[in-house]
């Protein structure tokens, strides 16, 4: 019976007519029966084969080996497929070891593509140390000035994410012969992963031609480093330059816009969505839905922001966390819960809650006074979903508690946590202390936080001047007066407030009795205009806040 099968094979069509991938999708595997009959020809090497093995999904692998077994000499070609094969399959460092062996039997010689597949596997699956060692066959075998292959090494050396990783890769850029455009954006994204914007910029404007990944990169680069204005400016300039807008760009501008508060440009991004990319063949990212929650909720819009939710077909579980966190931020309480019962009514991985969703729950636990229903869910963590929970989630629970009143309670859950407290736990247990007017407690709490921590000047203002309004409150002028002499002695001081507005793409930012901008002269006539018209009203100042006005 097999001879009959095998006779019905014809050895040179048979490979042009299991070039379909659905072929294999549906379990045929007549080509390994083909070979077991002993009908494989050379011609394969150079014609059918290795274009098959183009269409093996990493899940057939297995019978992409039988087969690869088979061929008493193949091609570099057909190496190479295999090497690939590997690199994208749940085990890439078989690639390495493919690679290996392909030099050790001499059948074929490595060729550009044979390092190009190796680097970029050992590049996105972090192989460093292997990609080191192909760097060094690159270079023994005469490779280095291979365009394709020197971009490749540059993005291994990239991939590091450290900053000797991307000074080594620029080294290697500069001594390319020949430059494309993805050996430059690779460059930026390199720098964008170190934090360093300055040198990205560079990069991109040193840039003889750029492309909309390009753009992207940057305008992503400065989102992610908490440079909004910056990526917002970039992007406006990017619309005038008639660059087309891809889903990523989308994304990181309404990242920013959300940082922002810019609505206006936000509810433009939303238009040119539903405009120009939900007509497209293109399916729309589920981050892009995602960030535009995000962006409403930032801006106060929550009901625009919970329109956008409801027309998402496919949520993920970021899409639910970002919807329950915005109600929750908004003091929605009660919608951001329900929405949470709701997630775990859909079941599946995707309506699984994780550490971001429930800080969002116990976030909206807390603003809105919920005791019982933050300790249940608090307790029901590992239980339920097998979630360990971490300091963001003992901050959310101290923070409830010391709100509600539950000090004491707060204390012994400081007193039994499994890491070390933070800034935001003490200042969470601070908060609660003014609110009920326990200055005893509070500093008790205060002389632990100073010693335990011995915290930044930086970030200890705020919390210095939570401490010294709980004295206010109970009026121990001595004890105000002693906080801020320790903050002297630290050299802390309040960092002014800074207000921007926006006029024509461009962010214009400003402190208080600022008189650094180039119209401040203009600005402050026309403030006195104002302050000249404005009704003035009498009223008597709370003392107990004075010194959340410390000067600078």
């Given at each position: 019976m097999a001879e009959e099968e095998s006779s019905s094979l014809d050895p040179f069509t048979t490979p042009e007519a299991l070039l379909s991938p659905e072929y294999y999708f549906e379990g045929n595997y007549d080509l390994v029966k083909f070979i077991k009959?002993?009908?494989?020809?050379?011609?394969?090497?150079f014609g059918g084969f290795p274009v098959w093995l183009k269409y093996i999904p990493a899940g057939n692998l297995l019978n992409a080996n039988k087969v690869f077994e088979k061929i008493e000499t193949p091609s570099a070609t057909v190496w190479n497929q295999m090497i690939r094969g590997h690199a994208r399959s749940e085990t890439p460092q078989n690639s390495v070891e493919l690679y290996k062996e392909m030099v050790a039997k001499k059948a074929a010689a490595p060729d550009e593509f044979t390092y190009s597949y190796l680097l970029s596997c050992c590049a996105k699956y972090r192989l460093?140390?292997?990609?080191?060692?192909?760097?060094?066959?690159v270079l023994a075998n005469g490779f280095c000035s291979n365009v394709?292959?020197?971009t490749n090494l540059v993005n291994l050396y990239v991939m590091r994410g450290d900053d000797s990783g991307v000074l080594y890769a620029r080294r290697l850029f500069d001594d390319m012969c020949e430059t494309n455009v993805v050996a430059w954006n690779t460059l930026i994204k390199g720098y964008v992963r170190c934090g360093d914007t300055n040198g990205a910029q560079r990069v991109f404007d040193e840039m003889p031609q750029k492309n909309v990944v390009s753009w992207t990169t940057m305008i992503s680069g400065f989102a992610h480093n908490?440079?909004?204005?910056?990526?917002?400016?970039?992007?406006?300039?990017?619309?005038?330059?008639?660059?087309?807008?891809?889903?990523?760009?989308?994304?990181?501008?309404?990242?920013?816009?959300?940082?922002?508060?810019?609505?206006?440009?936000?509810?433009?991004?939303?238009?040119?969505?539903?405009?120009?990319?939900?007509?497209?063949?293109?399916?729309l990212l589920v981050s892009l839905n995602n960030a535009l929650i995000h962006m409403y909720a930032s801006c106060g819009e929550i009901k625009l922001a919970y329109q956008v939710f409801r027309k998402i077909q496919w949520r993920s579980r970021i899409s639910w966390t970002s919807m329950i966190t915005a109600f929750a931020k908004q003091g929605?309480?009660?919608?951001?819960?329900?929405?949470?019962?709701?997630?775990?009514?859909?079941?599946?991985?995707?309506?699984?809650?994780?550490?971001?969703?429930?800080i969002g729950v116990l976030g909206a636990c807390s603003h809105a006074g919920f005791v019982d229903e933050g300790r249940h869910f608090f307790n029901c963590m590992n239980t339920s979903w097998g979630i360990e929970p971490r300091i963001e989630h003992y901050g959310c629970m101290i923070d409830l508690l010391s709100r509600a009143g539950f000090l004491d309670e707060a204390c012994g859950l400081i007193q039994n946590m499994p890491m070390k407290p933070n800034d935001a736990i003490w200042g969470a247990l601070l908060g609660g202390c003014r609110i009920h007017n326990n200055a005893e407690l509070a500093s008790q709490v205060a002389q632990k936080?100073?010693?335990?921590?011995?915290?930044?000047?930086?970030?200890?203002?705020?919390?210095?001047v939570l401490l010294a309004n709980v004295?206010?409150?109970?009026?121990?002028?001595?004890?105000?007066?002693?906080?801020?002499?320790?903050?002297?002695?630290?050299?802390?001081?309040?960092p002014p407030g800074r207000s921007w507005v926006?006029?024509?793409?461009?962010?214009?930012?400003?402190?208080?009795?600022?008189?650094?901008?180039?119209?401040?002269?203009?600005?402050?006539?026309?403030?006195?205009?104002?302050?000249?018209?404005?009704?003035?009203?009498?009223?008597e100042r709370d003392i107990s806040e004075l010194l959340s006005e410390v000067e600078e």
């Open positions: 009959a002993g009908s494989v020809c050379a011609e394969w090497n460093f140390r292997e990609g080191e060692q192909v760097h060094a066959r394709f292959v020197k908490g440079m909004c204005k910056q990526a917002l400016s970039l992007f406006n300039e990017m619309r005038r330059a008639g660059v087309g807008l891809d889903q990523v760009a989308l994304v990181a501008a309404l990242s920013a816009c959300a940082e922002l508060g810019d609505l206006k440009l936000g509810k433009w991004i939303h238009s040119y969505i539903e405009e120009t990319l939900s007509v497209g063949r293109e399916p929605y309480a009660q919608e951001a819960l329900a929405l949470f019962e709701r997630m775990l009514s859909f079941g599946g991985n995707e309506a699984r809650p994780d550490e971001i969703t429930l936080w100073l010693v335990e921590l011995d915290p930044n000047p930086n970030n200890a203002a705020g919390y210095l004295y206010a409150t109970t009026k121990r002028w001595e004890d105000v007066a002693a906080v801020r002499q320790k903050m002297v002695e630290m050299g802390v001081k309040k926006q006029m024509d793409g461009v962010f214009h930012d400003f402190t208080a009795d600022d008189k650094t901008h180039k119209h401040a002269s203009l600005i402050y006539k026309m403030l006195a205009k104002i302050s000249k018209h404005a009704n003035s009203e009498v009223y």
